[in-house]
């Protein structure tokens, strides 16, 4: 029944797009968590190059009221585009593994770097693409695996990820490494396990990993990239399942994307992405 | 209690139990959120998909569990007859016992696997191991050192000072009498809250995941998080039940054998 009910609403939205539809993405009419406000929300630390701005409690390393890093960005427009200002805009720390908790849910969506799965899609509702992602591995300088070539020459290291990426599956079914990789709950854990040598190599979305190299690990690098075709990845927004807020999304979202606004976006915070090596 | 009144009491039983559970299930199974709280928590096709690795995955807790209840048993031995020993001379080794004793079982045990475990290899030293299961193994041997030692140090002294008073007038030493006469009636007692304590370390291998180490807690976080779906939890808890209801009944049976037999020494 509720599933039935997602999927229609997302079909009418991503087919008709214009016209009628538009009428009931009007402010007024959002079914909203909070009357008159859109309440987003995302994880804590938010980290560049996804947020952006001096950090400002309750947020740390940065702050997702800013407007600065890339999914800041794409939500404060989106949220234009709705008809929200600036100050009508909430935020709310949404742990990764709560943002599909069953049950009601206390944000209108979730930006966090959240890939679109289909199992996933059984539980939550996903926006269209806002970016379209590839995996990388980041590795101390002067190791061994820094001068690894392909996705071959990872077999042998200690990989790692963090919990909830889709990294980590990229690892088992496209590296098969020999050693079991290790999963970590936070991307702080990950980063303290890569400085200490107890992983060899680790995976992360490649604007992560310009964040690693540039602000976490100071000496390490970006061994290389993996070919977008293997997994063919992209991130959401997550909603409650069935909320009809989807449609209205997605619909600025295509506004965005065929204006070239989002195209700008990436370039302006993701704007390093495409210097990294392809490991074939 | 006449043959009726067992049968009356029975009865009572089962209706009650009766009641109890199906008002539970009804409970349960009306409340608005259930159809979701099924499909998410109870999907049998998400449990078959992931109950192997899951069960893999647990192989890693038992071993956890198995290595350091070896050393558990020895050094919260070693820590219970250093708080008990006598004499002004050992009043330091007193104190550093009662201090080990306060801060590990004043620390949650997550953080003193997450200190250890990403604390102790960051110190760069060629000698130090960087596995993270062994710090995650360290870290509970630590930890379960200090509680197991006060299971034993009550046994210690739940022992009739007379019986050391004894073994010492017969001319036994100190040691003596503690290995020959005390530890062994010490051990007999403490069995059943040693046992509860296995019981806890073995849920508390989850714990070492933090690390990275994929035991079964993990892989089941893995699942969910790669389906957005908590079955694999189920799946999870449903191994680890598995191992320690056996225990638990064990232990049951164990302190009803030890009732019995004190019981009928009393007659």
């Known amino acids: 029944m509720l599933a039935g009910c997602g999927g229609s609403s997302n079909n009418n939205a991503s087919s008709g797009g214009t016209g009628t539809s538009s009428n009931s993405c009007a402010k007024a009419d959002l079914t909203l968590v909070n009357d008159g406000k859109l309440t987003v929300g995302t994880d804590n630390p938010a980290f560049p190059p996804w947020f952006g701005g001096p950090e400002k409690s309750p947020w740390k390393v940065s702050d997702p009221r800013s407007g600065q890093g890339f999914e800041s960005a794409v939500a404060y427009e989106v949220a234009r585009r709705l008809g929200f200002a600036k100050n009508e805009v909430n935020w709310i720390v949404v742990p990764f593994n709560t943002a599909f908790a069953p049950g009601p849910k206390k944000f209108d969506f979730a930006i966090n770097q959240i890939s679109y799965t289909p199992q996933r899609a059984k539980a939550v509702a996903f926006s269209d693409s806002y970016y379209n992602v590839n995996q990388a591995v980041v590795a101390k300088r002067g190791t061994p695996i820094a001068g690894a070539q392909s996705s071959a020459d990872l077999q042998k290291y200690k990989l790692g990820a963090q919990l909830g990426t889709t990294s980590y599956q990229y690892i088992k079914d496209f590296i098969k490494p020999s050693k079991q990789p290790a999963v970590f709950d936070s991307n702080d854990a990950a980063v303290a396990a890569l400085k200490n040598g107890q992983i060899d190599g680790l995976v992360v979305d490649l604007p992560t990993a310009f964040y690693v190299t540039a602000a976490q690990v100071p000496q390490s690098k970006i061994v290389g990239q993996f070919p977008t075709g293997n997994a063919g990845e992209r991130f959401g927004m997550v909603f409650e399942k069935g909320n009809t807020l989807v449609g209205c999304v997605n619909q600025a979202l295509n506004e965005m994307k065929s204006d070239g606004t989002l195209q700008k976006l990436q370039e302006k915070w993701l704007a390093k992405v495409g210097n990294a090596p392809i490991l074939h | ?267």
Do not use: C
Request: net charge positive.
């Open chain 2, 1 to 267: 209690m006449s043959g009726a009144e067992g049968r009356r009491g029975a009865l009572i039983a089962i209706f009650s139990t009766l009641v109890v559970f199906t008002g539970l299930a009804l409970l349960i199974t009306h409340a608005p959120g259930w159809p979701e709280v099924r499909q998410t928590f109870f999907d049998w096709g998400q449990f078959k998909d992931s109950f192997p690795e899951i069960a893999r995955a647990f192989l890693l807790n038992v071993k956890i569990f198995l290595i350091a209840e070896a050393f558990i048993l020895v050094f919260a031995l070693l820590l219970a007859v250093i708080r008990n020993l006598p004499g002004p001379a050992a009043l330091p080794l007193r104190i550093l016992g009662i201090a080990y004793a306060d801060f590990f079982r004043g620390v949650p045990t997550i953080l003193v696997i997450a200190m250890l475990g990403f604390g102790a290899p960051a110190l760069q030293l060629n000698w130090v191991p960087l596995s993270t299961t062994f710090w995650g193994i360290v870290a509970l041997v630590l930890v379960y050192t200090a509680y197991v030692s006060e299971v034993y140090r009550a046994g210690i002294e739940s022992v009739h000072p007379s019986q050391n008073a004894a073994a010492r007038s017969l001319g036994l030493t100190h040691w003596q009498s503690l290995r020959a006469v005390v530890l062994p009636q010490a051990v007999r007692r403490v069995i059943p809250p040693l046992l509860n304590d296995f019981i806890g370390l073995q849920k508390d291998t989850a714990l070492v995941g933090f690390l990275g180490s994929v035991e079964a807690f993990k892989q089941s976080q893995i699942d969910a998080a790669a389906t957005f779906n908590y079955t694999s939890y189920v799946a999870a808890a449903l191994l680890f039940v598995a191992l320690t209801i056996p225990l638990a009944r064990f232990t049951d049976w164990l302190v009803a054998r030890d009732r019995r037999r004190r019981q009928a020494a009393g007659t």
